[in-house]
């Protein structure tokens, strides 16, 4: 029980933190040392601190959503997230934090980041395979390819996870059968979601890879698929 209330107490302090951060910096110095700790603490085993943590979760929501310049700690998050010894409920959680602040992150620390957000996928479940596929499709343009065949070939450190290589191919073959233009740019968190415009389901794709391209890729409003096909 001690333990339990040193938790609570904790939290709480980490709450009046995250409360009296004024400015953006400073709540990102607040997020970026406890969010990863504080998600840690979803699998305590008192119910009292799991309502706390997710009391202070709602809170962390509620103002980094409205403070778009507001960094999460997403190298320790993909740390954590690769902990054999994290609870499935912690890592479900720790990628909710991962794909809310990938996107704030600059081109190029997010390129950094693709080797290993790709040997994260190891062992997950496809849902989580694919929210974080495609955060990493959009950046394989951007990639510096080494000319030297060896560390071209040693790019992604895959040669050992060959599953892992066939399951990104085969999302890629499915996202190339949609419609030129069907997807819209990464929105900001506070634009309104469009996922609920029309549009009827690509010849070659079923109805299940269509919305796995999809479900986390808003489509362009007003967009089509006879209408790109016929521009």
Not at 106 to 119: D, F, G, S
Not at 124 to 132: M, R
Not at 156 to 172: A, D, R, T, V
Not at 180 to 190: M, V
């Given at each position: 029980m001690a333990g339990a209330v040193d938790e609570l107490v904790l939290l709480e302090r980490v709450f009046l933190r995250v409360g009296s951060a004024e400015t953006d910096e400073q709540l990102q110095n607040v997020v970026s040392k406890f969010l990863p700790p504080v998600l840690l603490k979803l699998s305590s085993?008192?119910?009292?601190?799991?309502?706390?943590?997710?009391?202070?979760?709602?809170?962390i929501n509620k103002r980094i959503k409205t403070r778009p310049m507001v960094?999460?700690?997403?190298?320790?998050?993909?740390?954590?997230?690769?902990?054999?010894?994290?609870?499935?409920?912690?890592?479900?959680?720790?990628?909710?934090?991962?794909?809310?602040?990938?996107?704030?992150?600059?081109?190029?620390?997010?390129?950094?980041?693709?080797?290993?957000?790709?040997?994260?996928?190891?062992s997950?479940?496809?849902?989580?395979?694919?929210?974080?596929l495609l955060l990493i499709i959009p950046l394989l343009g951007k990639l510096k390819i080494p000319t030297d065949?060896?560390?071209?070939?040693?790019?992604?450190?895959?040669?050992?996870?060959?599953?892992?290589?066939?399951?990104?191919?085969?999302?890629?073959?499915?996202?190339l059968l949609l419609?030129?233009?069907?997807?819209?740019?990464?929105?900001?968190?506070?634009?309104?979601?469009?996922?609920?415009?029309?549009m009827p389901v690509p010849p070659g794709m079923s109805e299940y890879t269509f919305k796995r391209?999809?479900?986390e890729n808003p489509l362009r409003p007003g967009i089509r698929a006879d209408k790109i096909r016929n521009a």
């Open positions: 085993q008192q119910e009292g601190v799991r309502k706390k943590v997710m009391e202070l979760l709602v809170h960094r999460l700690p997403v190298d320790a998050l993909l740390v954590q997230y690769q902990d054999p010894s994290a609870s499935s409920f912690v890592i479900n959680f720790t990628i909710i934090y991962i794909k809310m602040g990938f996107p704030r992150l600059t081109v190029e620390e997010q390129t950094e980041l693709v080797p290993i957000m790709l040997n994260a996928l190891d997950k479940p496809q849902s989580h395979q694919d929210s974080l065949p060896v560390k071209r070939a040693s790019l992604f450190g895959l040669n050992e996870k060959p599953h892992i290589s066939k399951y990104l191919l085969g999302l890629l073959l499915d996202m419609p030129y233009g069907a997807l819209s740019p990464q929105q900001s968190e506070n634009q309104g979601s469009t996922n609920d415009v029309s391209v999809t479900n």
